[in-house]
Nanobody, 128 residues
Framework: QVHLVESGGGVVQAGGSLRLSCAAS???????MAWFRHRPGEEREFVAA????????NVADSVKGRFVISKDTDKNTMWLQMNGLKPEDTAVYHC??????????????????????WGQGTQVTVSS
């Protein structure tokens, strides 16, 4: 199993920055991790993904050029650096992990069913 805990959310003005962290624990081997976000009344939306071993990242078009996903496998931690925040970025941000084998390109990991474990989420609110 994998236990995921997000932190770093908060309230920020439009144009500001936040850095979200996802601390992972547990024995299962992770093959990839991702960030999704959930706005009230909407489905959970893919934000970014990263292959846990080796290179490879993927970022949604809606945040490309503003958000950067990164990891430290020694610290068992993933981050999401969010710059140029907009009011429409307001959501609960969840990190997720995939422990099933993953042989495709990181670009194909974008759906909720692609991930196996989820954190509880951290609220990000961007004021205009």
């Amino acid at each position: 199993q994998v236990h995921l805990v997000e932190s770093g959310g908060g309230v920020v003005q439009a144009g500001g920055s936040l850095r979200l962290s996802c601390a992972a624990s547990g024995q299962a081997t992770k093959n990839a991790m991702a960030w999704f976000r959930h706005r009230p009344g909407e489905e959970r939306e893919f934000v970014a993904a990263i292959r846990w071993f080796g290179g490879g990242t993927n970022v949604a078009d809606s945040v490309k050029g503003r958000f950067v996903i990164s990891k430290d496998t020694d610290k068992n931690t993933m981050w999401l650096q969010m710059n140029g925040l907009k009011p429409e970025d307001t959501a609960v941000y969840h990190c997720a992990a995939r422990t099933r084998s993953f042989l495709g390109t990181i670009n194909t990991l974008r759906k909720i069913r692609d991930l196996d474990y989820w954190g509880q989420g951290t609220q990000v609110t961007v004021s205009s």
